[in-house]
């Protein structure tokens, strides 16, 4: 991408002293010399394990935290020299989502309170509010204490409050959290209509891995302070050097017919294998390897459907997110 | 299931609140004066949070309760363990029927916020509080403490400060001190909130040899079906009822003829291509329902979850709706009907035969 | 900068407006506060009654006890907030974890600062105006408008120095980590000095010499001693009384607004150095807020 990124970070370091006892303490790195370039109007996720760094690397980039050791440029500010500016032009949703929420002030009047501390222009204040209530199903809330709706609710709430103002970068630390199944899917959607409507650049951590597989361009995956590997799933299944492999099961499928049906599958481009099992007439099944199998899927169904072969189910079997995150993790030992 | 054989035994139990909703016109003075002198507002609405509820647990199970938010878990729980009386029904848990005698027999884990925690302190002296709190003798206390730290795997954090800890550790700790206390029934509310992949993992291996080789019986509530994947029932709960009970296959029995088709197909086509999708889907006899989604990232795809009659030719004819169509298909797969699918299922089974009031 | 400043405003305004929402949705509060302020000026009251015969002298603080105690109250009820509550906020701002979320904001440092304080200025000073209506509608005190505009320059030095004073204890809470209730300067200044010198219901003068010269340190001695001359009926504006009025050569009021000023010019500045210091190193550390 030609366009200059978001945030460019060249090796930070963020080191915590942790207290052993009363005298004696030990340096951690919790984020430790860390690359990374945030295009904009992507949407980046920080996958890793607990502690692995992520929220200080986050607290960083937002201007909260300052770093102990290299550069960073956020939105082209400097994160030592301008964490100023940086900081009135961010937006964070914190996995607490009753931080900043006054259960005294009705679920309006809170985010009446953090428009005006955000600067929302007056005249677009009103409508903002009655969008955002309206689109995260909040409007018949409006007038409710928010110790009186349930946690998802003002879980959408803080995710309310981050949105009034459409600053150019939007950090989400755990935003389904505690959500439930209809909330969660929502918020999702809510992300993504965002990301592209406004091309607000969206950094966001989950524990929920299809999660970033769902919504994010790329994700960087951390563990003990390092990014272990950055770039979008696509890339990184192909550099887990598997084929991504398919099981098509099929009806009956007679000699003649088979015979022909893999001569015809094997000649598609970038197939690597193909081979046909079933003894048993009703246990047909055909295994498709190929790389990257997406392309050739169809054509493969195309093929058996044209030789009137019936195809009882279909199962593509490429490595998910959640795969190459316990690779990336658990392999670090031994690269 | 006898009810002898019970250890939770809850019988028509209904919990209203009295929530108050104040009018967005009083503000400033106005409503200054009119809150200092009307002493009560008497506009409060009703909620029923949980309505003419029954079930048992038998002793040494994992119980699973699912539910949208704001459907009563909450509720239920805080009467199950005695921190709320019940307007009407009945419940014995352990044999007790008493609020007092309740309330020792379960312990109650809530990952809610981080109450009660002390933060100057310690994770390990944060444990001997609570037990020491509890009326645990020391020496035993430190026994357990030992043992809850090694099987939360956290023996090499035990001297850090609350304050250190990342929020899933702090979570950890939560979860640490409800197995402190010996008790026979487990309540986890939400246990996996910020916990990471492989935590969660090792939670549910702990929660599940809790139950087999310790006979502790296990309630859990998650949005996440994962964490419910140990539980041999599941209670589904909405709007404050129980819709339906049962272990998965049970509750998917209804939907015995159905399966579920998952496939991801390019979307290259202008105009409202969701609507499109579903409409000439739904068209389909072997259809019985279509969720459309936006796929992955920025692939340009539709995610399309199909629920399909088992028996025909299912997945030719939707295979060759799309080859008609010429959008290519670009992973498929056939996967059993997630918990979301059946709640909805049965949500639907429930407010459309008017069950619900 | 003019932007910059409407803006700043603006956010003080919501903020004292969610405060005071809050304020008033807790009603026996409202009343609890109303009879505090009642009770306390009774007990004035009370002891005039018991001060009327006797034949203590308030030398150059005029002749009526009331409206000597309450202008007492007065500059008590101002530094309790001022200088007694910051800290104390600045606690419930990084308990409640919304330290984070205020510096996310075009705010600067010192606005969330400001503004959460309004809860106790609501809560504090109508007090002051509450007290002097009770004083002297229930309880005969009168008070002397002839030196209006200078009483009302003493209000605003002393309303200064102790929010500096304020904002030097709060910056404590970062500065120096304490994360208790309590932290020293407030507990040095005002359980200890102001209880000790200050003196609501006595005058300075009757304290030994040494506790006098402590009194000195503090601001409230010279606003207290400024406003009882100059509203306090029969009050003396020439005769010292202050070891500091003793060892300058001005004229009693004088030597007060040149403490004052003095002290106002050194603990302000200090205050906001120290309060944005404070912050600096809990952005260094990570410790803005209790939440990770």
Same mark, same amino acid.
């Given at each position: 991408?030609?366009?200059e990124?978001v945030?460019?970070?060249?090796q930070?370091?963020?080191?915590?002293?942790?207290?052993?006892?009363?005298?004696?303490?030990?340096?951690?790195?919790?984020?430790?010399?860390?690359?990374?370039?945030?295009?904009?109007?992507?949407?980046?996720?920080?996958?890793?394990?607990?502690?692995?760094?992520? %929220?200080?690397?986050?607290?960083?980039?937002?201007?909260?935290?300052?770093?102990?050791?290299?550069?960073?440029?956020?939105?082209?500010?400097?994160?030592?020299?301008?964490h100023?500016?940086i900081r009135?032009?961010?937006?964070?949703?914190?996995?607490?989502?009753?931080?900043?929420?006054?259960?005294?002030l009705?679920?309006?009047?809170?985010?009446?309170f953090?428009?005006?501390?955000?600067d929302?222009?007056?005249?677009l204040?009103? *409508?903002?509010?009655?969008?955002?209530?309206?689109?995260?199903?909040l409007?018949?809330?409006?007038?409710?204490?928010p110790i009186?709706?349930?946690?998802?609710?003002?879980?959408?709430?803080?995710?309310?409050?981050?949105?009034l103002?459409?600053?150019?970068?939007?950090?989400?630390?755990?935003?389904?959290?505690?959500?439930?199944?209809?909330g969660?899917?929502?918020v999702?959607?809510?992300?993504?209509?965002? !990301?592209?409507e406004?091309?607000?650049?969206?950094i966001? %951590?989950?524990?929920?891995?299809?999660?970033?597989?769902?919504?994010c361009?790329?994700?960087?995956?951390?563990?003990?302070?390092?990014?272990?590997?950055?770039?979008?799933?696509?890339?990184?299944? =192909?550099?887990?050097?598997?084929?991504?492999?398919?099981?098509?099961?099929?009806?009956e499928?007679?000699?003649?017919?088979?015979?022909?049906?893999?001569?015809?599958?094997?000649?598609?481009?970038?197939?690597?294998?193909?081979?046909?099992?079933g003894e048993?007439?009703?246990?047909?099944?055909?295994?498709?390897?190929?790389?990257?199998?997406?392309?050739?899927?169809f054509?493969?169904?195309?093929t058996?459907?044209?030789?009137?072969?019936?195809?009882?189910?279909?199962?593509?079997?490429?490595?998910?997110?959640?795969?190459?995150?316990l690779?990336?993790?658990?392999?670090?030992?031994?690269? | 299931m006898?009810?002898?054989?019970?250890?939770?035994?809850?019988?028509?139990?209904?919990?209203?609140?009295?929530?108050?909703?104040?009018d =967005?016109?009083e503000?400033?003075?106005?409503?200054?004066?009119? /809150?200092?002198?009307?002493l009560?507002?008497n506009?409060a609405?009703?909620?029923?949070?949980?309505?003419?509820?029954s079930?048992?647990?038998?002793?040494g199970?994992?119980?699973?309760?699912?539910?949208?938010?704001?459907?009563?878990?909450?509720?239920?729980?805080?009467i199950?363990?005695?921190?709320?009386?019940?307007?009407?029904?009945?419940?014995?848990?352990?044999?007790?029927?008493?609020?007092?005698?309740?309330?020792?027999?379960?312990s109650?884990?809530? %990952? !809610?916020?981080?109450?009660?925690?002390?933060?100057?302190?310690?994770?390990?002296?944060?444990?001997?509080?609570?037990?020491?709190?509890f009326g645990?003798?020391?020496?035993?206390?430190r026994?357990?403490?030992d043992?809850?730290?090694?099987?939360?795997?956290?023996?090499?954090?035990?001297?850090?400060?609350?304050?250190?800890?990342?929020?899933?550790?702090?979570?950890k700790?939560t979860?640490?001190?409800?197995?402190?206390?010996?008790?026979?029934?487990?309540?986890?509310?939400?246990?996996?909130v910020?916990?990471?992949?492989?935590?969660?993992?090792?939670?549910?291996?702990?929660?599940?040899?809790?139950?087999?080789?310790?006979?502790?019986?296990?309630?859990?509530?998650?949005?996440n079906?994962?964490?419910?994947?140990?539980?041999?029932?599941?209670?589904?709960?909405?709007?404050?009822?129980?819709?339906?009970?049962?272990?998965?296959?049970?509750?998917a /029995?209804?939907?015995?003829?159905?399966?579920?088709?998952?496939l991801?197909?390019?979307?290259?086509?202008?105009?409202?291509?969701?609507?499109?999708?579903?409409?000439?889907?739904?068209?389909?006899?072997?259809?019985?329902?279509?969720?459309?989604s936006e796929? !992955?990232?920025?692939?340009?795809?539709?995610?399309?979850?199909?629920?399909?009659?088992r028996?025909?030719?299912?997945?030719?004819?939707i295979i060759?709706?799309?080859?008609?169509r010429?959008?290519?298909?670009?992973?498929?797969?056939s996967?059993?009907?997630?918990?979301?699918?059946?709640?909805?299922?049965?949500?639907?089974?429930?407010t459309?035969?008017?069950?619900?009031? | 900068?003019? *932007?910059?400043?409407? =803006?700043?405003?603006? /956010?003080l305004?919501?903020?004292s407006?969610?405060?005071?929402?809050?304020w008033?949705?807790?009603?026996?509060?409202?009343?609890?506060?109303?009879?505090?302020?009642?009770?306390n000026?009774?007990?004035v009251?009370?002891?005039?009654?018991?001060?009327?015969?006797?034949?203590?002298?308030?030398?150059?603080?005029?002749?009526?006890?009331?409206t000597?105690?309450?202008?007492?109250?007065?500059?008590?009820?101002?530094?309790?907030?001022?200088?007694?509550?910051?800290f104390?906020?600045?606690?419930?701002?990084?308990?409640?974890?919304?330290m984070d979320?205020?510096?996310?904001?075009?705010? /600067?440092?010192?606005?969330?600062?400001?503004?959460?304080?309004f809860?106790?200025?609501?809560?504090?000073?109508?007090?002051v105006?509450?007290s002097?209506?009770?004083?002297?509608?229930?309880?005969?005190?009168?008070?002397?408008?002839?030196?209006?505009?200078l009483?009302?320059?003493?209000?605003a030095?002393?309303?200064?120095s102790?929010?500096?004073?304020?904002?030097?204890?709060?910056?404590?809470?970062?500065?120096?980590n304490?994360?208790?209730?309590?932290?020293?300067?407030?507990?040095?200044?005002?359980?200890?000095?102001?209880?000790?010198?200050?003196?609501?219901?006595?005058?300075?003068?009757?304290?030994?010499?040494?506790?006098?010269?402590?009194?000195?340190?503090?601001?409230?001695?010279?606003?207290?001693?400024?406003?009882?001359?100059?509203?306090?009926?029969?009050?003396?504006?020439?005769?010292?009384?202050?070891?500091?009025?003793?060892?300058?050569?001005?004229?009693?009021?004088?030597?007060?607004?040149?403490?004052l000023?003095?002290?106002t010019?050194?603990?302000?500045?200090?205050?906001?150095?120290m309060?944005?210091?404070?912050?600096?190193?809990?952005?260094?550390?990570?410790?803005?807020?209790?939440?990770?």
């Open positions: 991408m030609a366009v990124p945030i460019a970070l060249q930070l370091v963020k080191t915590f002293q942790i207290r052993d006892s009363l005298f004696r303490s030990h340096p951690l790195n919790a984020v430790d010399n860390v690359d990374l370039d945030v295009h904009t109007g992507e949407v980046l996720g920080l996958l890793g394990r607990n502690g692995a760094g992520k %929220t200080t690397l986050i607290k960083m980039m937002a201007g909260l935290l300052r770093p102990d050791g290299g550069t960073g440029r956020v939105l082209g500010y400097d994160v030592y020299r301008d100023k500016k009135a032009s961010v937006s964070l949703v914190a996995p607490t989502a009753d931080v900043g929420t006054d259960n005294n009705t679920v309006r009047q809170n985010l009446e953090w428009a005006v501390v955000y929302l222009d007056r005249q204040r009103d *409508q903002r509010i009655d969008e955002l209530l309206t689109f995260l199903n409007k018949s809330y409006e007038d409710h204490w009186s709706i349930s946690a998802g609710m003002r879980q959408r709430l803080a995710i309310a409050r981050s949105l103002v459409h600053n150019p970068i939007l950090f989400l630390d755990e935003p389904t959290v505690k959500l439930d199944a209809a969660a899917h929502a999702r959607e809510f992300i993504r209509k965002i !990301n592209r406004f091309g607000i650049t969206i966001l %951590t989950t524990h929920f891995i299809f999660e970033a597989e769902r919504l361009d790329r994700v960087a995956i951390m563990d003990e302070g390092k990014i272990m590997s950055c770039d979008s799933v696509a890339n990184l299944r =192909r550099h887990l050097q598997r084929y991504d492999s398919s099981v098509i099961q099929c009806g499928v007679p000699e003649s017919l088979r015979r022909e049906a893999i001569r015809h599958l094997g000649a598609l481009p970038q197939v690597a294998s193909c081979s046909f099992q048993r007439a009703e246990a047909a099944q055909f295994e498709i390897s190929a790389d990257p199998l997406e392309s050739v899927l054509d493969a169904l195309k058996l459907r044209a030789h009137d072969i019936d195809i009882h189910a279909v199962d593509t079997n490429q490595p998910s997110l959640e795969d190459i995150f690779d990336t993790v658990n392999s670090k030992g031994a690269s | 006898t009810p002898q054989s019970a250890i939770i035994d809850v019988s028509h139990v209904s919990k209203t609140y009295r929530g108050v909703s104040i =967005r016109k503000s400033g003075i106005g409503l200054w004066i009119k /809150s200092a002198f009307r009560t507002s506009r609405r009703t909620v029923r949070a949980l309505d003419d509820v079930f048992q647990i038998e002793a199970e994992i119980f699973g309760i699912y539910g949208a938010n704001g459907a009563g878990k909450t509720t239920l729980i805080k199950l363990s005695g921190l709320l009386l019940p307007e009407s029904g009945s419940e014995r848990v352990n044999g007790c029927t008493g609020i007092d005698e309740i309330k020792d027999q379960i109650y884990i809530s %990952t !809610n916020g981080w109450m009660g925690l002390e933060w100057q302190l310690t994770v390990y002296e944060n444990l001997m509080l609570y037990g020491h709190i645990i003798p020391t020496s035993e206390l026994r357990r403490c043992s809850v730290l090694g099987l939360f795997g956290m023996v090499a954090g035990k001297d850090k400060h609350i304050s250190e800890l990342s929020a899933g550790m702090r979570q700790v979860l640490m001190r409800g197995f402190l206390l010996d008790r026979p029934i487990l309540y986890l509310d939400e246990p996996t910020s916990l990471d992949v492989q935590s969660s993992a090792a939670l549910r291996q702990i929660l599940v040899d809790a139950a087999r080789r310790d006979g502790k019986t296990v309630i859990v509530t998650s949005h079906p994962v964490d419910l994947s140990i539980c041999r029932r599941i209670m589904l709960l909405y709007a404050g009822h129980v819709i339906a009970l049962g272990c998965e296959a049970e509750l /029995s209804p939907l015995q003829g159905i399966k579920a088709l998952r991801t197909c390019a979307n290259h086509q202008s105009g409202d291509g969701a609507a499109d999708l579903v409409g000439g889907l739904l068209q389909l006899d072997v259809v019985r329902d279509v969720q459309v796929g !992955n990232g920025r692939e340009n795809t539709w995610r399309v979850d199909l629920l399909v009659h028996d025909g030719h299912a997945a030719s004819e060759d709706w799309f080859i008609a010429d959008m290519p298909i670009v992973r498929m797969r996967a059993p009907l997630t918990l979301q699918e059946l709640y909805a299922y049965h949500v639907d089974r429930t459309v035969s008017g069950g619900l009031a | 900068m003019m *932007q910059q400043l409407r =803006r700043e405003w603006a /956010s305004m919501v903020f407006k969610r405060e005071y929402i809050i008033s949705s807790y009603r026996v509060n409202a009343w609890m506060w109303f009879l505090d302020v009642l009770f000026t009774t007990i009251f009370m002891l005039s009654l018991l001060t009327r015969d006797s034949t203590l002298d308030f030398a150059p603080y005029g002749n009526n006890y009331v000597f105690v309450v202008l007492g109250f007065c500059v008590h009820y101002i530094s309790w907030t001022n200088l007694g509550d910051p104390r906020r600045v606690a419930r701002i990084y308990w409640g974890g919304t979320l205020y510096l996310l904001s075009p705010l /600067s440092y010192l606005t969330p600062f400001m503004g959460i304080m809860r106790s200025v609501i809560d504090d000073y109508p007090r105006i509450l002097l209506l009770f004083g002297g509608i229930f309880f005969g005190a009168a008070y002397s408008v002839n030196q209006l505009p009483g009302l320059l003493f209000l030095l002393i309303l200064l102790t929010l500096g004073i304020g904002m030097i204890s709060a910056s404590s809470f970062y500065l120096l304490f994360k208790q209730n309590t932290e020293p300067v407030r507990f040095l200044l005002q359980d200890v000095i102001v209880a000790l010198a200050a003196g609501i219901y006595y005058p300075i003068t009757v304290l030994p010499e040494s506790l006098q010269i402590l009194g000195g340190f503090i601001p409230h001695t010279y606003a207290l001693d400024a406003l009882r001359r100059l509203i306090v009926p029969g009050g003396d504006f020439t005769t010292k009384a202050l070891p500091l009025q003793h060892w300058l050569p001005f004229a009693p009021i004088t030597t007060d607004i040149v403490a000023t003095a002290m010019l050194v603990v302000l500045p200090l205050g906001v150095w309060y944005v210091s404070g912050i600096e190193k809990a952005r260094r550390k990570g410790t803005l807020t209790r939440w990770q």
